[in-house]
Every structure is written in C-alpha cells, then in structure tokens.
C-alpha cells in the first residue's frame, strides 16, 4: 500500500505560482513512478504531469510545458508539482498519483487532492 497526502493548494492571481506536494509513505513509495493529474467542475480527469521513480525522465501535457515542473527529492518520498504562469483554466482539483499508468487517467494509489482556484 502506498499513501499519498497532497498540499499547497489555494487561491492565486492569474500570472501567479504555486507549488504542490505530495508526502508518499508505505513500502514501495520511493520506487514508484509518480504523477499529478487534475479534474475540474463538470469535466473528467486529465494528465498534467509524471516522473519515473528515479527522478530521470518527466513527461507533461501539452498545455502545462513550459509553466510546470514536476520534481521529486532525493528520498523520493515527496513529489512536487511548480506551477508558475497560472490561467484561470488551471482552476481544478490536483491530485497525486502513483504508478499512473501511460496514456490514462488510471493509477494504483491516488492522494485525496488539493484545490487550485485561479483568479483572473
């Protein structure tokens, strides 16, 4: 069993930053690839961003390039999520994720997520 706690949601200006964390616990949550994702009122969830488990590769949609950065520490049992340049469309719920599966909104453990409401 992974567990996963997610945190540094809020309220931000539009143009605003603000970084998530997410603190895994359990046996296997240091060697597990990890990933946030997000779901907004009235749509379904979508990939933002993933990393391997040792920290070598990272992967994010299209919409977040460029303004994201998803990272992890060296114990790699916190993943980061900086989200800089923030647009009122990136209002949602962010979850956390382990072992998320390539090409879905699937994974074996998910965080109770974090709200981000960006104001315009």
């Known amino acids: 069993q992974v567990q996963l706690v997610e945190s540094g949601g809020g309220l931000v200006q539009a143009g605003g930053s603000l970084r998530l964390s997410c603190a895994a616990s359990?046996?296997?949550?240091?060697?597990?690839?990890m990933g946030w994702f997000r779901q907004a009122p009235g749509k379904e969830r979508e990939f933002v961003a993933s990393?391997?488990?040792?920290?070598?590769?990272?992967y994010y949609a299209d919409f977040v390039k460029g303004r994201f950065t998803i990272s992890r520490d060296n114990a790699k049992t916190t993943v980061y999520l900086q989200t800089n340049s923030l647009k009122p469309e990136d209002t949602a719920v962010y979850y956390c994720?382990?072992?998320?599966?390539?090409?879905?909104?699937?994974?074996?453990?998910w965080g109770q997520g974090t709200q981000v409401t960006v104001s315009s």
């Open positions: 994720a382990a072992n998320p599966k390539v090409g879905t909104t699937r994974a074996d453990y």
């Open positions: 990393i391997t488990w040792t920290g070598s590769a990272t």
């Open positions: 359990g046996r296997t949550s240091s060697t597990c690839a």
